[in-house]
């Protein structure tokens, strides 16, 4: 036990005292909400005999799908292009570094917050030439009000397991000692259950054959927050 001095007439006790002894709980939330992201990831890629035709085939295909994903405006909220590649194939056999052929790619992701276009969006991006697919992914904001929700619910938790203890003990809190918040986080699942994810190469069809856009159902997300709390409460009879 720690004793008093003039520096510090209270001194800190860890465990509570007889006259005012200390609760400890842990509140937690559990949420599940609707996304309100959802991100795609294309890859462009470009295959020529020479470096100049494979760069020029990348840069059309890649001014082609960033093109198409503006036409979307407000839609989309964020258009990142992530890594650019070209690389020389060298053949096999034969004596000497003989460029067979150059190798282009291109990555993009897009982040859209309307739903209602993303199947579309999603199967256009899959028609187009030498185009990869992947995706959706969802997500919250960071800023969601889902995690201010969760965080609230966890304290409010919290606050009552502390009451039901006291409450045991035929008694009342006193006060609130300590508040520790040890993490609010949107967990994503390994592995989505429920999602549909699409990994697509293909060419470029005709207008008049163009593939009918997929019905892409949100997956719903879940939202976890933990806090520990310590409170004091009045000396029960014991």
């Known amino acids: 036990m720690t004793t008093p001095t003039t520096d510090n007439p209270h001194p800190h006790q860890p465990y509570g005292t007889p006259d005012a002894p200390r609760i400890a709980v842990r509140g937690e939330a559990q949420l599940e909400v609707d996304p309100e992201i959802a991100r795609l990831g294309i890859s462009v890629t470009a295959r020529g ?4 035709t494979a ?3 990348l840069t059309r295909r890649n001014a082609t799908v960033l093109d198409l994903i503006k036409s979307y405006g407000d839609a989309v909220d ?6 650019f590649s070209l690389t020389p194939q060298l053949k096999d056999k034969g004596r000497g570094e003989r460029v067979h052929a150059y190798h282009g790619h291109v990555h993009i ?7 209602t276009t993303l199947g579309e969006l999603a199967t256009r991006l899959a028609d187009l030439e030498l185009t990869h697919v992947d995706g959706p992914s969802w997500a919250l904001r960071p800023d969601s ?3 201010r929700q969760a965080r609230q619910q966890a304290v409010k938790e ?5 009451r039901e203890y006291a409450e045991a003990l035929g008694t009342t809190l006193a006060a609130l000692v300590e508040l520790a ?3 609010a986080e949107n967990t994503q699942p390994l592995a989505p259950t429920g999602s549909r994810r699409m990994r697509s190469m293909s060419y ?3 207008e008049d054959t163009a593939a009918a856009p997929l019905d892409l159902e949100p997956q719903r997300q879940h939202v976890h927050a933990q806090v520990n709390a310590r409170f004091t409460m009045a000396p029960p009879q014991l």
């Open 158 to 162: 919290a606050v009552q397991r502390a």
């Open 78 to 83: 964020r258009l990142e292009t992530g890594t």
């Open 109 to 115: 992701t897009a982040e859209l917050t309307d739903f």
């Open 49 to 52: 005999k020479d470096r100049r």
């Open 181 to 183: 918040d040890i993490g």
């Open 204 to 206: 470029a069809a005709d």
């Open 55 to 57: 760069l020029d085939d």
């Open 145 to 147: 009000p889902a995690h």
